[in-house]
């Protein structure tokens, strides 16, 4: 690519005219590399080449031929026909970028937008979930009030039927259990004396009769 010399062998022209690129013998030995991307390289690189030969012929006419305008404009016309094929080229390839850019930025617009859905989704799984557990929750609560409360009153009923039944096994106190000295309505005597210990004895027969 570039000026050749002819005295000069293609793989050893050190030249500032010339352009110094490797070359593979086969586009598929390349391993990072694609063949359409490898074609576009060089055919921009035959491009640029044809652009540096068309720029030394030009060179040379005006060095040879100061007054030909003719071939001047010819050489002229050659560079400037190099030139638009060159930007003609960039263009494309602003464009191919500016496409993949556009597929790339879609493409991170559909990713955002599906993990936003998902987000939202799982948000809102989230909350009726807890909505849930909440309301279950306060089902329990009430229902245990509920389990509390009927224990309470079933608790404070038994103790009152408890309390009735007593009530009515207990025996009522009659005539007949009446203490011997209220019976005879005597004026006590004294509390050592061998009557009133009598006295005292008996009421407490009585008494333990009228239990049983």
């Known amino acids: 690519y570039g000026v050749y010399l002819k005295e000069n062998a293609i793989h050893e022209d050190e030249s500032l005219l010339a352009m110094w690129r490797w070359e593979v013998v086969s586009a598929q030995s390349l391993i990072q590399i694609s063949e359409n991307c490898l074609k576009s390289i060089r055919g921009g690189r035959n491009s640029l080449g044809k652009y540096i030969r068309s720029l030394h012929r030009l060179l040379e006419t005006i060095k040879k031929h100061p007054q030909d305008t003719t071939k001047i404009s010819l050489e002229e016309e050659k560079v400037a026909k190099h030139v638009r094929e060159i930007e003609a080229e960039r263009q494309k390839k602003i464009f191919s970028e500016q496409k993949r850019a556009a597929r790339e930025e879609e493409k991170r617009l559909k990713e955002e937008s599906r993990a936003k859905m998902k987000a939202e989704k799982e ?40 309390k009735e039944t007593n009530a009515k096994k207990t025996p009522k106190k009659t005539a007949g259990t009446v203490s011997v000295l209220n019976f005879f309505k005597v004026i006590p005597l004294d509390s050592n004396s061998p009557e009133q210990q009598s006295f005292k004895i008996a009421d407490e027969k009585l008494g333990e009769k009228s239990k049983e």
């Open 123 to 162: 948000e809102k799984a989230a909350k009726l979930k807890n909505e849930r557990e909440e309301k279950a929750s306060k089902l329990r609560a009430e229902k245990e009030e509920k389990m509390n409360k009927l224990k309470a009153e079933k608790l404070a009923k038994d103790a009152k039927e408890l």
